[in-house]
């Protein structure tokens, strides 16, 4: 009797250090694919532009409700990391859609990455100036912006232009079959109303 329970509890006890374990097991896993999607969406240009967004709207709020103008030009360091990250993220996107479309893209990609570096340094120096605007020596943080934005827009043409022939290389053949098969459809019924013409003279 008393070796049936002490099996029983040996039992019990195993399947709840089973259970412990698996459980333990499946929180590790947890944590570890949060940690990934974390630094993913940290590394995000989508994420820095809406961070950057936040900014030009607390700065101005603040200006407002201080009873002051709100900058809003250039020189503003909250609009510039905004405009900063608008340029990296529609070059970025524009690459990828060139990817997918099957356009040679060369080292755009490796551009990009390169272009993505250089506007985290150049956000974290506007993101030090804080809400005032730039003047004096800080004024070249916006003319480092102002060639981020260039070397951004030409990686975006580029990457549209390839994108653009893919699409002309693929719509051509569509096009060339399309014709055909309505070429063949057209003549087909001709032919299947001059045999019905045929055949109702005959009847």
């Known amino acids: 009797m008393l070796s049936g329970v002490s099996d029983l509890l040996l039992a019990v006890m195993a399947v709840v250090v089973v259970g412990l374990g698996l459980v333990a097991a499946a929180a590790v896993v947890a944590w570890i694919r949060l940690r990934r999607r ?40 909250a609009v510039l990391r905004l405009q900063l990250w608008q340029s990296v993220d529609g070059a970025a996107r524009a690459v990828l859609a060139a990817e997918r479309a099957g356009g040679t893209v060369g080292d755009l990609p490796s551009l990009c990455r390169r272009l993505r570096s250089a506007s985290e340094d150049l956000d974290r120096l506007l993101a030090l100036a804080g809400g005032a605007p730039l003047a004096g020596p800080l004024e070249g943080l916006g003319r480092q912006v102002a060639d981020v934005r260039d070397a951004a827009g030409s990686i975006r043409r580029a990457a549209l232009v390839s994108a653009g022939d893919a699409a002309a290389a693929r719509m051509g053949p569509l096009a060339d079959d399309a014709r055909r098969e309505v070429e063949c459809v057209t003549a087909g019924v001709a032919r299947a109303g001059d045999a019905l013409g045929r055949g109702r003279r005959a009847g």
Do not use: Q
Request: glycine share 16%; no cysteine.
């Open 38 to 77: 974390w630094r993913a969406l940290r590394s995000s240009t989508a994420l820095r532009t809406g961070v950057a967004l936040l900014g030009v709207l607390r700065a101005r709020g603040a200006a407002r409700w201080h009873g002051e103008a709100a900058a809003g030009g250039s020189a503003d360091p």
